[in-house]
């Protein structure tokens, strides 16, 4: 965390083949696990009306900046299983394995050139600018998983 760094951060819950699916802005001076909780609760489920249930994340893959003890139960509650580096006792080499995911989609954002850098002054502009990247991305991917 730092201070008094102007900006913003982007946040990305992402699926284990880097498509994003929910993206989210914050402010850059407040730390990277405050903007877990909101990103899990509004990823919407989906209803599969054949076997009657509801498919939820099973799995969560971070780094060492969300090992937070309240952050594990509260994802444990919600019964997603998490692999977080702990802090001082593993190494987030392990996590590079499943973590490229997320560092790639984060270069297809970022690919953009109004979401290189910040040019919008207000954060819903940019927030725009960033689900519109997601869904080109997403988009991309389904033409070439068709063609």
């Known amino acids: 965390m730092d201070r008094g760094k102007p900006g913003s951060k982007m946040h990305v819950l992402s699926d284990a083949n880097g498509l994003p699916l929910i993206v989210g802005v914050s402010a850059a001076n407040t730390h990277d696990s405050q903007g ?3 990103m899990i609760t509004g990823l919407q489920t989906k209803h599969d009306p054949h076997r009657g249930r509801h498919f939820k994340p099973q799995r969560l893959h ?3 900046a969300y090992d937070i003890p309240e952050l594990r139960k509260w994802l444990r509650g919600r019964r ?4 977080i580096a702990r802090e001082g006792i593993e190494s987030s080499e392990r996590l590079g394995r ?3 995911a997320i560092e790639r989609t984060m270069s297809w954002l970022t690919g953009y050139r109004p979401l290189n850098h910040r040019y919008e002054r207000h954060p819903r502009n940019y927030l725009a600018f960033l689900g ?6 997403c988009y991309k991917r389904l033409v070439r998983l068709t063609t």
């Open 36 to 38: 877990l909780k909101p």
């Open 62 to 64: 971070a780094d060492k």
């Open 80 to 83: 997603i299983s998490v692999h």
């Open 98 to 100: 499943r973590r490229w």
């Open 132 to 137: 519109l990247a997601a869904a080109i991305c």
